[in-house]
């Protein structure tokens, strides 16, 4: 990132504000409102005067610092943060839970299952002859057919599901449904897929 000439920039900002409070033990980011209301505190205790938030390298870690032109300042916002336990704040999440995770491909399989999406994709990927990017479109361009569950790639779930389970579709080899070694429920029941293939 470049600056203008006579620009303030953050190097400018440090070394005019000499004294810094430091969130220990907090490298990850903090929710934004969050981040707002410790902004908030800090225009609180300088009246409206400059301050600086931002997060240094210190060593091999991240750090939070604020910084301020008056040593009292400093103290003030150190006090709020000690007694608000500031640094305990949630971290932000940016993808779902595992548990989230697994409840969502369990409801996207019954969900193909009872709509006959899975089959049709899982043919339109292992029918698409070349590279493996043209073998996800494919399964993609099938699955827009159906007005799928709102979450991540429901084709990655049919996908990863049948070649978890039944792998031997991937290799040209087809099991016998009357495989008396398998159990009862590895294949789904013959009601599984309402739409013929005509």
């Not at 989230?100 to 292992?126: K, P």
């Not at 991540?152 to 040209?172: C, E, L």
Request: proline share 7%; aromatic share 14%; hydrophobic share 35%.
């Amino acid at each position: 990132m470049s600056y203008r000439k006579g620009e303030d920039t953050p190097a400018k900002k440090r070394r005019r504000l000499t004294f810094r409070v430091v969130i220990e033990e907090r490298e990850e980011p903090f929710l934004a409102a969050d981040r707002e209301e410790l902004e908030a505190e800090c225009r609180r205790i300088t009246n409206g005067a400059e301050f600086f938030y931002n997060m240094e390298r210190n060593g091999g870690r991240y750090e939070h610092v604020v910084r301020f032109a008056a040593e009292h300042q400093a103290a003030a916002l150190a006090d709020w943060l000690r007694r608000q336990r500031f640094a305990q704040r949630p971290i932000p999440r940016f993808r779902p839970t595992s548990e989230e995770l697994a409840a969502f491909e369990q409801s996207a399989l019954a969900w193909g299952f009872r709509t006959g999406a899975v089959r049709r994709v899982i043919q339109a990927f292992r029918h698409e002859r070349g590279s493996l990017t043209r073998q996800w479109s494919a399964a993609h361009r099938m699955l827009a057919h159906y007005q799928m569950p709102e979450g991540p790639d429901v084709a990655a779930v049919f996908i990863s599901w049948a070649q978890k389970h039944h792998w031997h579709w991937f290799h040209g080899r087809r099991e016998p449904a009357d495989n008396p070694f398998r159990p009862a429920d590895w294949y789904p029941p013959a009601d599984a897929y309402p739409h013929s293939e005509d």
